[in-house]
């Protein structure tokens, strides 16, 4: 079946701190993965994807490559800020269907 | 642009009602789908829609929920015969729908549905 593990939080950093949020996954085929983020007050909004193996997607100095040995998209940042607190979810959409299946969300403070 | 919007953005319902939830996707945009959040998990898929049918219905939880996309727009999911663990956060997304590889889904707010 298809599944995405995430690490647990909560996590809270110190600014300019250097972020990694771990997300496996496990998938028939080759699926594209995402990571999503929730801010305070507001909807999911895509961060970044990758469709296939090696790819590295990055947004906004976060950055994720998709590792098909280790089936694992890890998300990084290297100097996390104040206004990154928000609560990322890790997901998957298998080749062949149309649904994301979600992590259970890391939420993220980031204090001065 | 106009994102994805849902109504109402809050629901308190008592155990038993029925209650619909309404969708808005992005105009453009063929796929709809419904999920479900509960308090401290990630978004449940429940159904999706590719133009008025539903391509995939197997996340809906029992024959309670049903959803409709009439003119393969707006959707509402209906909920029959309410009961507390129907008490969550529901959420639509939208996408292109275009063959091929997956397409960025864009959420809504969610409508948070609590049953008493």
């Known amino acids: 079946g298809n599944s995405v593990t995430q690490m647990e939080g909560p996590v809270t950093l110190s600014e300019e701190a250097f972020l990694t949020i771990n997300c496996t996954y496990t998938?028939?085929?080759?699926?594209?993965l995402f990571w999503y983020v929730q801010y305070p007050g507001e909807g999911l909004q895509l961060l970044l994807k990758?469709?296939?193996?090696?790819d590295k997607g990055s947004n906004k100095g976060f950055e994720a490559t998709y590792r098909k040995e280790t089936t694992s998209f890890h998300l990084e940042k290297g100097s996390v800020q104040v206004s990154d607190s928000a609560v990322y979810f890790c997901?998957?959409?298998?080749?062949?269907?149309?649904?994301?299946?979600f992590g259970t969300g890391t939420s993220l403070t980031v204090i001065p | 642009g106009a994102g994805v919007s849902q109504t109402p953005s809050n629901k308190v319902t008592e155990k038993g009602k029925y209650v619909e939830l309404r969708c808005d996707p992005i105009?453009?945009?063929?796929?709809l789908y419904w999920y479900r959040q509960s308090l401290g998990q990630g978004p449940e898929f429940l159904i999706y829609?590719?133009?008025?049918?539903?391509?995939?219905d197997s996340g809906l939880p029992n024959d309670r929920f049903f959803a409709v996309r009439p003119e393969g727009s707006v959707s509402t999911l209906k909920i029959q015969r309410t009961e507390r663990g129907d008490s969550a956060v529901y959420l639509c997304?939208?996408?292109?729908?275009?063959?091929?590889?997956?397409?960025?889904?864009?959420f809504g707010p969610g409508t948070r549905l609590t049953v008493l």
């Open positions: 997304a939208s996408s292109l729908g275009l063959a091929g590889l997956p397409n960025e889904q864009f």
């Open positions: 998938a028939t085929g080759y699926p594209s």
């Open positions: 990758a469709t296939k193996a090696d």
């Open positions: 997901a998957l959409s298998p080749y062949t269907g149309n649904q994301f299946y």
């Open positions: 105009s453009g945009h063929t796929a």
């Open positions: 829609f590719q133009g008025t049918g539903a391509a995939d």
